[in-house]
């Protein structure tokens, strides 16, 4: 039995591993209730694999073209399918800022329309005669006496041309 010796688990009945034992399965008997016992020798078929030296510098490999065609028709298509997807993605996500920056400016709008209102009211009271009359007193200021209003004729239409007038100008000093 030198060639075709038994092995337990990698062991030869001598005690010692050989050197050509790349490894060994011993399975347990698939009959049920039959259980191995402790120390027993026997575990079932054994296993042997061997190693073999195999040399395969002197192969040389044939290159297949038409495989090579497929791989690479394959992989340009594959290219091709992965720049859609990601052309599909950049618009879809840019959709998505868009939407967000145009809710943005929506807000920012409406708190500038907001904030126009309150300046315009806030015009309203401060043109109010009432209060400039009211302001002017205060300063030491006068109504005005006849002959010193001058209206302006076409003064809302711009279309006619004005002409320039000069007048006399009056000085008015403060005291107070």
């Avoid at 340009?76 to 052309?87: D, N």
């Avoid at 709008?109 to 009211?121: D, M």
Wanted: proline share 4%; net charge neutral; glycine share 6%.
């Amino acid at each position: 039995m030198a060639a075709g010796q038994w092995f337990a688990n990698g062991i030869n009945w001598a005690g010692t591993v050989p050197d050509r034992v790349q490894g060994v399965y011993s399975p347990v008997s698939a009959v049920p209730g039959a259980g191995v016992r402790r120390g027993a020798a026997w575990m079932g078929t054994p296993e042997i694999y061997f190693s073999k030296n195999i040399d395969n510098s002197r192969l040389v490999k044939v290159t297949d073209h038409q495989r090579t065609r497929e791989i690479a028709v394959f992989s340009a298509s594959l290219a091709c399918l992965f720049l859609l997807v990601m052309v599909f993605a950049f618009q879809h996500f840019s959709s998505i800022e868009y939407g967000y920056k145009i809710e943005a400016q929506k807000k920012q709008r409406e708190e500038l329309i907001e904030a126009s209102r309150a300046l315009r009211l806030e015009e309203a009271s401060l043109r109010d005669p009432e209060r400039i009359d009211v302001l002017a007193r205060r300063m030491g200021l006068e109504s005005p006496q006849a002959g010193q209003v001058q209206h302006l004729e076409n003064a809302g239409d711009v279309s006619t041309p004005m002409m320039a007038r000069v007048s006399d100008v009056a000085v008015i000093t403060l005291t107070q």
